[in-house]
Nanobody, 125 residues
Framework: QVQLVESGGGLVQAGDSLRLSCAASGRTFSTYGMGWFRQAPGKEREFVAAISWSGGRTNYADSVKGRFTISRDNAKNTVYLQMNSLKPEDTAVYYC??????????????????WGQGTQVTVSS
Protein backbone atom coordinates (compact mmCIF):
# COMPACT_ATOMS: atom_id res chain seq x y z
CA GLN A 1 0.00 0.00 0.00
CA VAL A 2 1.27 3.48 -0.93
CA GLN A 3 -0.30 6.75 0.15
CA LEU A 4 0.56 9.92 -1.73
CA VAL A 5 0.20 13.53 -0.57
CA GLU A 6 0.90 16.41 -2.96
CA SER A 7 1.87 19.94 -2.01
CA GLY A 8 3.25 23.08 -3.62
CA GLY A 9 0.42 24.17 -5.85
CA GLY A 10 -0.78 27.74 -6.01
CA LEU A 11 -1.60 30.79 -8.09
CA VAL A 12 1.21 32.23 -10.19
CA GLN A 13 1.65 34.44 -13.22
CA ALA A 14 2.68 33.29 -16.66
CA GLY A 15 6.44 32.79 -16.81
CA ASP A 16 6.77 31.98 -13.11
CA SER A 17 7.96 28.73 -11.57
CA LEU A 18 6.54 26.28 -9.05
CA ARG A 19 7.81 23.08 -7.51
CA LEU A 20 5.33 20.38 -6.62
CA SER A 21 6.18 17.72 -4.07
CA CYS A 22 4.62 14.34 -3.50
CA ALA A 23 5.34 12.63 -0.20
CA ALA A 24 4.77 8.89 -0.16
CA SER A 25 4.24 6.52 2.71
CA GLY A 26 5.13 2.88 2.53
CA ARG A 27 8.36 0.98 2.69
CA THR A 28 8.17 -0.03 -0.97
CA PHE A 29 8.20 3.50 -2.40
CA SER A 30 11.59 3.02 -4.02
CA THR A 31 10.27 0.13 -6.11
CA TYR A 32 7.53 2.18 -7.80
CA GLY A 33 7.64 4.19 -10.95
CA MET A 34 6.26 7.63 -10.14
CA GLY A 35 4.49 10.18 -12.26
CA TRP A 36 2.51 13.37 -12.48
CA PHE A 37 -0.77 13.78 -14.32
CA ARG A 38 -3.04 16.80 -14.56
CA GLN A 39 -6.69 17.48 -15.20
CA ALA A 40 -8.17 20.78 -16.32
CA PRO A 41 -11.90 21.53 -15.96
CA GLY A 42 -13.92 19.68 -18.57
CA LYS A 43 -10.92 17.74 -19.83
CA GLU A 44 -9.64 14.23 -19.35
CA ARG A 45 -6.73 13.55 -17.03
CA GLU A 46 -3.49 13.72 -19.00
CA PHE A 47 0.06 12.56 -18.55
CA VAL A 48 2.69 15.14 -17.61
CA ALA A 49 5.89 13.35 -16.55
CA ALA A 50 7.16 10.12 -15.03
CA ILE A 51 10.33 8.69 -13.53
CA SER A 52 11.60 5.17 -12.98
CA TRP A 53 12.17 3.66 -9.55
CA SER A 54 15.88 4.49 -9.70
CA GLY A 55 15.48 7.91 -11.24
CA GLY A 56 17.50 6.82 -14.22
CA ARG A 57 14.71 7.08 -16.76
CA THR A 58 12.24 9.89 -17.29
CA ASN A 59 9.39 10.55 -19.68
CA TYR A 60 7.64 13.83 -20.48
CA ALA A 61 4.61 14.98 -22.38
CA ASP A 62 5.56 17.03 -25.42
CA SER A 63 3.70 20.03 -24.00
CA VAL A 64 6.05 20.28 -20.99
CA LYS A 65 9.39 19.12 -22.42
CA GLY A 66 12.12 21.63 -21.69
CA ARG A 67 10.01 23.41 -19.05
CA PHE A 68 9.22 20.74 -16.44
CA THR A 69 11.63 18.42 -14.63
CA ILE A 70 10.67 15.38 -12.58
CA SER A 71 12.98 14.01 -9.90
CA ARG A 72 12.82 11.80 -6.86
CA ASP A 73 14.58 11.31 -3.55
CA ASN A 74 14.05 7.75 -2.39
CA ALA A 75 15.66 8.48 0.98
CA LYS A 76 12.88 11.02 1.60
CA ASN A 77 10.11 9.04 -0.13
CA THR A 78 9.40 12.12 -2.23
CA VAL A 79 8.99 12.90 -5.90
CA TYR A 80 9.16 16.43 -7.28
CA LEU A 81 7.94 18.30 -10.32
CA GLN A 82 9.84 21.49 -11.06
CA MET A 83 7.72 23.64 -13.37
CA ASN A 84 9.35 26.59 -15.11
CA SER A 85 8.05 29.08 -17.68
CA LEU A 86 4.49 28.30 -16.69
CA LYS A 87 1.70 29.07 -19.14
CA PRO A 88 -2.02 29.64 -18.59
CA GLU A 89 -2.67 26.30 -20.33
CA ASP A 90 -0.77 24.57 -17.52
CA THR A 91 -3.66 25.43 -15.20
CA ALA A 92 -5.04 22.20 -13.77
CA VAL A 93 -5.22 19.96 -10.75
CA TYR A 94 -1.96 18.04 -10.62
CA TYR A 95 -2.00 14.47 -9.36
CA CYS A 96 0.87 12.35 -8.17
CA UNK A 97 0.78 8.71 -9.26
CA UNK A 98 2.61 5.52 -8.32
CA UNK A 99 2.66 2.36 -10.38
CA UNK A 100 4.77 -0.78 -10.41
CA UNK A 101 4.59 -1.44 -14.12
CA UNK A 102 3.10 1.38 -16.21
CA UNK A 103 5.49 4.17 -15.25
CA UNK A 104 7.67 5.73 -16.52
CA UNK A 105 6.95 4.67 -20.10
CA UNK A 106 3.15 4.46 -19.98
CA UNK A 107 1.17 7.66 -20.42
CA UNK A 108 -2.39 6.50 -19.75
CA UNK A 109 -4.04 7.28 -16.41
CA UNK A 110 -6.10 4.11 -16.63
CA UNK A 111 -5.04 1.34 -14.29
CA UNK A 112 -2.55 3.37 -12.25
CA UNK A 113 -2.00 1.70 -8.88
CA UNK A 114 -2.13 4.72 -6.55
CA TRP A 115 -3.14 8.38 -6.71
CA GLY A 116 -2.72 11.41 -4.53
CA GLN A 117 -5.58 13.79 -3.79
CA GLY A 118 -4.32 16.47 -6.17
CA THR A 119 -3.03 20.02 -5.85
CA GLN A 120 -4.34 23.02 -7.81
CA VAL A 121 -2.02 24.98 -10.07
CA THR A 122 -3.42 28.18 -11.56
CA VAL A 123 -1.42 30.27 -14.00
CA SER A 124 -2.75 33.72 -14.80
CA SER A 125 -1.92 35.55 -18.02
Amino acid sequence: QVQLVESGGGLVQAGDSLRLSCAASGRTFSTYGMGWFRQAPGKEREFVAAISWSGGRTNYADSVKGRFTISRDNAKNTVYLQMNSLKPEDTAVYYCAADLGALPHGTSWHGIDYWGQGTQVTVSS
